[in-house]
């Protein structure tokens, strides 16, 4: 019991500690197109790596004390398969976006990078990241990686990472 001017602390009304020891990682994979003859060129060229502008750009989250949690985060058209988000892509019109959060049982073991360790709550700073974020998708001036790089420097504070991911791509190739 605390007296007058002794706080009196219950521990079930403590705000959680932020999580530690989350990694967080930058994944790539190839972007969705309509079937056919499109989504075989976008997987093609995907799987040669003709092009770093032909590639959907995700964020990724891991524990080393739960490696097989991983979760995922990424922006993308509501309809990535439309013929109207394609056009809309190729014109730079605005089509209607959607965040995602899912699970995977283990990061990816080809285009995944780690690209630092969360310096703060990992759900509160994704909760308050994705409510401030416009859904309206533009390819090339807002879209998944623009989130990608928002959401790294807001979890790690490291700026546009995939600039310097995709420099070093292209000094290696």
């Known amino acids: 019991m605390g007296g007058i001017g002794m706080p009196v602390v219950n521990s079930s009304l403590k705000p959680p500690a932020p999580a ?25 060229a995907y799987s040669f790596s003709l ?17 097989s949690q991983v979760m995922v985060f990424d922006f993308q058209p509501q309809d990535p398969e439309s013929i109207y988000a394609a056009l ?7 089509i209607p976006g959607v965040l995602q959060t899912r699970m995977m049982k283990k990061l990816p073991k080809t285009k995944c990078w780690k690209v630092g360790s969360c310096k703060v709550d990992v759900v509160d700073a994704i909760h308050k990241f994705n409510s401030n974020w416009d859904t309206d998708l533009i390819i090339g001036r807002h879209d998944c990686r623009h989130y990608t790089n928002g959401l790294v420097e807001c979890l790690t504070g490291k700026k546009y990472v995939l600039d310097r991911l995709r420099t070093r791509q292209t000094s290696i190739a």
């Open 20 to 44: 530690r020891g989350i990694d967080v990682f930058v994944a790539a994979v190839p972007l969705t197109a309509t079937k056919g003859a499109p989504q075989l060129l976008m997987s093609t």
């Open 51 to 67: 092009s770093w502008d032909l590639q959907h750009f995700m964020v990724l989250t891991s524990s080393a004390d739960l490696p």
């Open 88 to 94: 809309a892509a190729i014109s730079g019109r605005k």
